[in-house]
């Protein structure tokens, strides 16, 4: 408890140290593309479900707010109140997320990565060839998040204030999530699908509802990035950045909520940081790297690394119990 | 539920008249008629291969019958769903537990317990204090794995995975639970206890054992069925059984495979 305290303080406190880029470009994005791999850590850490179509949830809820609110394109933009935008973005991501579980619940491991990824690639395309509602390969422009009076979303800190919210409800909703009946049931079906389902569970249905949860967690995260960007086209919801979706949540682990953020930080920098060391094209060189040596080093991530150090520096003082044999365990607060 | 359904006359819980199952040109189990009265505590002998887990399968409705009909308290629930079996008051452990690893003992009790209560889509924690909760606690106590109840089930001893099975057949008021080689695996002191478990079961809960320790089935069962090539093949008292030459041929002699 004490550790989440201290955190939620420095990132309170965050934009007040820093000026508006980290506030905005690294701050508030990296929230939001932990809060899109949030989405996918649930699915993939707690369901067995690990799916690349994460993004395409996210981008169906960016897309809708383009096409139902404003923009300035001249495509569609029908100009509804930004609140009635909003639900039905987060409605739809939802739907849409529920269907895509509903195709792809049935499969196991790499066929469910592979349905997923084919959903992915097939919106993209989609969306690139359709003029009429999503303006193709231009995509849709001039999308603005709602002004309440003189505060405006889009100003660094209070959007950075929008996205750490959104952040942390989700977080702390997974992790109450995590030990409610629902959660318990999923992990269960992760670990024994037809135990599960001798017991009286209706695992598919558990699993198109974890998909439907997944989709408002990843729906949401999808509007505050169009806000972000102001913008949507079909190179914000391409595989590239599906894949990256799926490095996020990998580099920080997919045991804990917290790995996703952990994640999406550390993507974050590299993708600001890492350009100016070396240039555009070796950039996903370095993350390639990084990725491997991650996983390499830590099948769970960076928070695995973090358990693995303090386990040794633990077994370097004398131990006043048994060693956790669980690393699991670090992260139950019961 | 079964409450308000008028008393059945039938003094059986379970009956099975010539079921059977093939796989493809295999006969696993040929036509089996079998009747088990309630509270009955019966074990099944049988070489490996003879058809017991397969028997169990057709029972539980893990996978379908070939041909004839199983009644669980004289209603007809041949076509039924396990977990519509489980509801019933039907239950069973694995002879390979069925465990959910990385979730913890307590966890894992009551998931079972939930599966047969309803309500299993709850976004809501359920508290220690919750029914639900005392009965899987309860359960867990039923075969003393009280020390292990926060322990993820991964980190169990093959014994206490044992121990667990069994407390997830447990949960929900079971009327007839379907033990298939509860003691497999155990050292000489955990069959012991397991022997005083089974013995110590509340009256009304009625079992089939499948075991291959004579020792152990012999103690806990008032009938014994001796199963072989997919029939039964012989049924008697303990002591009739012991004492049985062709059953002490089939136990001692290899020529079945
Ligand atoms: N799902 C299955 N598919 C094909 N053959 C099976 C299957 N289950 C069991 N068998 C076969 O049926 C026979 C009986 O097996 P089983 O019921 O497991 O025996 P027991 O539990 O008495 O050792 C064996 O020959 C086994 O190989
Ligand atoms: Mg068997």
């Known amino acids: ?334 | 539920m079964n409450q308000v359904l008028p008393p059945n006359p039938n003094p059986n819980i379970l009956d099975l008249s010539g079921v059977g199952r093939q796989f493809g040109a295999l006969v696993a189990v040929a036509g089996i008629d079998l009747h088990i009265k309630r509270q009955e505590r019966r074990a099944m002998l049988g070489s490996n291969g003879a058809g017991k887990t397969t028997l169990f399968n057709l029972m539980t409705g893990d996978i379908p019958v070939s041909q004839g009909t199983i009644h669980f308290k004289g209603a007809d629930v041949t076509v039924l769903k396990p977990q519509d079996r489980v509801r019933r008051g039907l239950r069973r452990t694995y002879q390979i537990s069925q465990l959910f690893g990385l979730l913890s003992v307590r966890e894992n009790v009551y998931l079972a317990a939930r599966g047969i209560a309803g309500n299993r889509f709850s976004l809501i924690r359920t508290q220690a204090k919750d029914a639900l909760m005392q009965e899987a606690e309860n359960c867990i106590s039923a075969v003393h794995l009280d020390d292990a109840i926060e322990t993820e089930v991964g980190n169990l001893s093959h014994g206490q995975q044992r121990q667990l099975e069994i407390a997830m057949a447990l949960v929900g008021k079971p009327e007839l639970i379907l033990f298939d080689e509860p003691a497999a695996g155990l050292s000489p002191t955990e069959r012991r206890d397991l022997v005083r478990l089974l013995k110590g079961l509340p009256q009304e809960i009625g079992f089939i054992i499948i075991e291959h320790d004579m020792d152990v089935a012999l103690q806990v069962a008032d009938l014994v069925s001796v199963m072989h090539d997919g029939r039964i093949f012989k049924e008697g008292t303990p002591d009739e059984i012991e004492n049985d030459d062709a059953v002490q041929a089939l136990y001692l002699g290899d020529g079945h495979g």
Request: proline fraction near 5%; charged fraction near 10%.
């Open chain 1, 1 to 334: 408890m004490g550790k989440y305290i201290v955190l939620a303080a420095l990132l309170l406190a965050y934009p007040t140290f820093v000026g508006d880029f980290f506030t905005f470009q690294i701050g508030a994005y990296a929230l939001l593309l932990g809060t899109v791999a949030l989405s996918l850590q649930v699915l993939g850490g707690y369901g067995g479900m690990v799916s690349l179509s994460q993004l395409t949830v996210a981008g169906i809820a960016g897309y809708t707010v383009a096409i139902l609110g404003d923009n300035t394109t001249n495509v569609m933009g029908l100009g509804w109140p930004w609140w009635c935008v909003v639900t039905a973005a987060i409605a739809i991501a939802a739907i849409a997320a529920s269907l895509i579980g509903a195709i792809s619940v049935r499969t196991e491991g790499i066929y469910t990565i592979m349905i997923t990824l084919a959903i992915a690639v097939s919106f993209f395309y989609f969306v690139r060839q359709n003029y009429p509602v999503f303006n193709g390969f231009t995509g849709l422009a001039g999308v603005e998040p709602p002004r309440f009076g003189a505060l405006y979303l889009r100003d660094p800190a209070p959007f950075y204030y929008l996205s750490l919210a959104i952040a942390a409800v989700f977080f702390w909703a997974v992790r109450y999530e995590r030990h409610a009946t629902f959660g318990l049931a999923l992990q269960a079906i992760r670990d024994n699908p037809r135990r599960m389902a001798a017991l009286g569970y209706n695992v598919p249905l558990h699993r198109v509802a974890a998909h439907a949860l997944a989709g408002v967690i990843a729906g949401t995260a999808g509007v505050a990035l169009v806000w972000f960007n102001g913008r949507i086209s079909p190179g914000t919801v391409g595989v590239d950045v599906a894949i990256d979706i799926l490095i996020i949540a990998v580099i920080g682990g997919m045991r804990h909520p917290i790995g996703p953020f952990i994640g999406a930080l550390v993507f974050v920098l590299l993708e600001n940081f890492a350009i100016d060391l070396i240039d555009r094209e070796r950039f996903n060189t370095v993350i390639g790297l990084c990725f491997l040596a991650i996983v390499f080093l830590s099948p769970d991530g960076l928070l695995g690394l973090f358990d693995k150090a303090r386990q040794a520096v633990r077994a370097d003082t004398p131990k006043p119990q048994e060693p956790r044999k669980h690393p699991d365990k670090l992260h139950h607060n019961r």
